[in-house]
């Protein structure tokens, strides 16, 4: 008896339970509004504040706080919400003149987030028609065409798209990170590289431009085309994904080539100021109005040259955060471009983790405590010595966050992961509130010769769900479950759920499309089929049966619901407010046109 309470429990524990599968489809609601207003979310705003403040006094602390400075940022697709900032009481070396209190409005080195305005001014010309993302990297960069016979490497195959997306199969350095170099030795514990077991080298072998990290000189195009077609591939081309900075430095190479200005001059004249970053440059700006750590070294002033596509941008958090509204809106690219741009290229060894153009993109389940379903976080992260930085984009909730840090990294990861444990579910709850607010009740004909009705909920994490459904008379809700289910999975539990599709009909018709769920899916091989994004799948003379479009009123608050397949709208039914969800939203939706948001 006592093995077997054991191996219930050790079943009831394991995360990995081969036989059951629960299926959460993910994004089941539009991105929440009015985040900026919303008093709930001020209080967790508030809340984090203290924390973090408390956790730079703490004396079991996560970071070293006297020689760590941050400024980070929270915003919505329109406005900042939300920014956190610290000055470390111990301060790096200040030449040009004197520390000033770190806000969001100083200066940070974001490392590799550089990548991201690299990919964006490429593709931004590809947008204006000047080179297409298939191009072979050879037909910008001449000097790799001549190189084609002399190296190992199979340039024509390597196109702008494979160089954005870590796909290239190139070395992920030249120079950098050379065990030659004094300095790395010094970092990875050691004096003289043959002190570990590496041989002497011929001095020939070492590069003649030497690195920022060593205060040599940077090098240039020439010389870093000259050695790097030297190297031998990683992988070939679009084989495997693998980090690649030199593959950033290519693509400024290109965009160079492209355009006849120099890359800091492109991305000013493309990007920068058509956003308004005035806070953003490649030149290091005086050491006032940034921030330098008190480490023995940091990459405050180092000449990134050449490096500068891959690594170069110095910015501020409300720059940043400008920037990524930026994305959020489509401002640079359409909505299309934007969608796809944010979309994963390649696989990675973790499930969790894929690439993109240049972004790192996760997918976690361990955020909302009620719910399995998988959440998709589109980042990208850099790191120069004594410089930690990091921007997510949560599409789902149509947020952002900006992390900048200057001393002990583990600042970064310590407040990332407070800021989405608490920002999260509680945009979560702002999403499912409103939906519930403006879609959820009861809709019927106005023709009582037919009777059909429909009745739709917010069930939680799994969205709007349709809880009745009756087309002339008929449970059309039954019928339609029927087809969907597969017939060695007829009589399990199941749902038919409406999901937002981003597009509209008219002004006032907000599209929604219904798509069969099951509740619990037994694993019974390797490869499960169950496509839970699958949609469209019944047409009725040529209209789909899993359209519905609502139809708001200039607030966003459905009166009807059309059903295109069934040649029928649906009016919803006037209830009285007998609830504190209904009688907020009435509330709420009266006031609004006052000025007055989500007061309940």
Known sequence: ????????????????????????????????????????????????????????KSSDRSWITNITSYSVAVSSASETLWTSSYTASILGNYTDSLPTPVSDETYFRIASISKVFTVLAVLLQQ????????????????????????????????????LASQLS??????????????????????????????????????PDCGTWRSGGTPCTRKEVIHGFIKQPPVFSPNYQATYCNMAFVLLGFALESLTGLSYEDLVKKTIFDPLGMERATLKKPLDSEGVIPNLTNNDWDADLGTYGPTGGIYTTASDLALF?????????????????????????????????????????????????????????????????????LIPEYDVALVLLVAGDR????????????????????????????????TYTSSNDRINSSLSVEVQGSSGLVVTSWISNSTDFLTKYIDWSTPKERSGESSKVQLIP????????????????????????????????????????????????????????????????????????????????????????????????KNLL
Request: hydrophobic residues 35%.
């Open 324 to 392: 990524a509204r930026s994305v959020l809106t489509h401002k640079l690219l359409d909505e299309p471009t934007t969608n796809a741009w944010l979309k994963p290229h390649s696989s990675s060894p973790s499930w969790e983790f894929a690439y993109g153009m240049p972004w790192e993109i996760f997918r976690t389940s361990d955020i909302l405590s009620d719910s399995d379903r998988i959440q998709t976080i589109v980042t990208k992260a850099g790191d120069l010595t004594g410089y930690a930085s990091q921007l997510l």
């Open 410 to 441: 583990n600042a970064r990861n310590w407040i990332r992961e407070e800021i989405l444990k608490a920002v999260v579910p509680n945009l979560e709850e702002m999403s499912r509130r409103e939906t519930g607010d403006r879609l959820t009740g």
């Open 501 to 596: 599709t981003g597009t509209r009909r008219e002004k006032h018709g907000e599209v929604w499309r219904a798509r069969y769920v099951p509740r619990d899916v037994p694993s019974k091989g390797i490869i499960s089929m169950n496509l839970v994004n699958d949609v469209d799948l019944f047409n009725y003379a040529s209209r789909s049966v899993e359209e519905f479009v609502f139809r708001t009123d200039s607030l966003g608050y459905a009166d009807a619901v059309e059903l295109p397949a069934f040649r029928v709208t649906l009016t919803k039914r006037q209830e009285h407010a007998d609830s504190h969800g209904s009688l907020g939203a009435w509330v709420n939706r009266a006031m609004k046109p006052l000025g007055f």
């Open 127 to 162: 947008d204006a028609g000047k080179w297409s993302l298939k191009d072979p990297i050879t037909k910008h960069v001449p000097e790799l065409k001549a190189a084609i016979n002399s190296s190992r490497i199979d340039w024509e195959s390597i196109t702008l798209e494979t």
């Open 1 to 56: 008896m006592a093995f077997l309470i054991l191996l219930y429990v050790v079943w009831a524990l394991c995360p990995f339970r081969a036989f059951s599968r629960h299926l959460e489809p993910t994004e089941p609601f539009p991105p929440p509004q009015s985040l900026g207003s919303d008093r709930r979310l001020r209080t967790v705003f508030d809340e984090l504040s203290r924390k973090i403040n408390l956790e730079t």
């Open 169 to 206: 199969g190139l070395t992920r350095e030249y120079i950098q990170g050379d065990l030659t170099d004094p300095l790395e030795d010094r970092e990875n514990g050691f004096k003289d590289p043959v002190d570990v077991g590496l041989p002497p080298v011929d001095v020939a072998d070492i």
